[in-house]
């Protein structure tokens, strides 16, 4: 019996990798099925040749994207081509938040900026960097390469964020190797095209990053409106000076937090896009949402 970790999943074969990086492609003991018991990406399993023999307790796991065992979620954001979008930024923020996992923020294609455009994005995410780990990357210049390596060292990473910003092209840099698919953005859409088809875990510098497809769609479907301020640590740390202790900071009288949005101590965009999502969560109907979460 070996000990290994699930580093990819297609058509039902799985990829695991030991500690001294030999690869087998199994499948699960056939009793699983019966058991409940689905493998994902991520896990540590117990195995022979042929079959997952046993799945290691998770220390966390998302559903979309399929994957367990996550230290971080690397979060990329293109600074243009396509243009970068704070609503955006806070969905995935607010997403990844909720599952108790450390996002960090990557800007991408910063060369396409000129000085004073940088200038502007970098102190509008200044308020960003009092709660998350931000960094600047060039695919051009590298600029950025060493932070992003050295943050990620000895981590289990996911990668997401918008479509076309350039997670692949960060990927190919650090381990040109990989030669993953990339496409041109879209003129006519401002985006690009998916190429991620499954999750899988390549190494990366000193740690191990998975690309996947799941995080570039943003669905709420299991979100509850009224549980999403608590995946906004700003609006989390000043909430307890609100008059009610269940204040939504959208309608209810007294809010410490819109107090500070009219102070400008938090920023208008950030708590709009609050509220835009907040309105998006609640209109989603409650037989679309998830039983079995």
């Known amino acids: 019996m070996k000990k290994g970790r699930i580093i990819k999943l297609v058509a039902g074969i799985y990829t695991v990798q030991d500690d001294e990086k030999n690869l087998y492609k199994i499948r699960p003991l056939g009793v699983f099925r019966y058991r409940n018991i689905s493998p994902k990406v991520g896990d540590i399993v117990d195995f022979d040749n042929d079959n997952i ?3 290691y307790e998770r220390v966390n796991e998302l559903y979309r ?52 455009e940088l200038h502007e994005l970098k102190s509008q995410l200044s308020y960003y960097e009092k709660y998350f780990k931000v960094l600047y990357y060039s695919s051009k210049t590298l600029e950025g390469v060493d932070e992003i390596l050295k943050i990620t060292e000895n981590k289990m990473n996911v990668l997401a964020g918008q479509t076309g910003a350039g997670k692949s092209s960060l990927l190919n840099a650090i381990n040109p190797e990989l030669n ?13 095209k998916h190429t ?15 690309d996947t497809p799941g995080f570039s769609k943003l669905e709420f479907e299991d979100f509850e409106s009224d549980q999403l301020k608590y995946y906004y640590p700003d609006f989390f740390k000043f909430s307890e000076k609100c008059k009610f202790n269940e204040c939504t900071h959208v309608h209810e009288p007294k809010c410490e937090v819109r107090r500070l949005v009219e102070t400008g101590e938090i920023p208008r965009f950030r708590y709009d896009n609050y509220v835009t999502i907040f309105n998006e969560i609640k209109a989603i109907k409650p037989k679309y949402r998830r039983e079995d979460k």
Do not use: C
């Not at 970068?84 to 294609?109: H, N, Q, R, W, Y």
């Not at 993953?180 to 690009?192: D, M, P, V």
């Open 53 to 55: 023999l046993s799945v």
């Open 65 to 116: 994207p399929m994957i367990a065992n996550v230290d971080q979620v690397l979060l990329v954001n293109s600074s243009k081509e396509p243009n970068f979008s704070f609503l955006l930024l806070d969905k995935f923020l607010a997403m990844i938040e909720a599952f108790s996992i450390d996002p960090i923020i990557i800007v991408t294609k910063i060369d396409l900026l000129d000085e004073e």
């Open 180 to 192: 993953l698919k990339t496409n041109e953005i879209s003129k006519a859409l401002g985006r690009g």
């Open 196 to 210: 991620t088809r499954y999750v899988e875990i390549y190494e990366f510098g000193s740690g191990f990053i998975a």
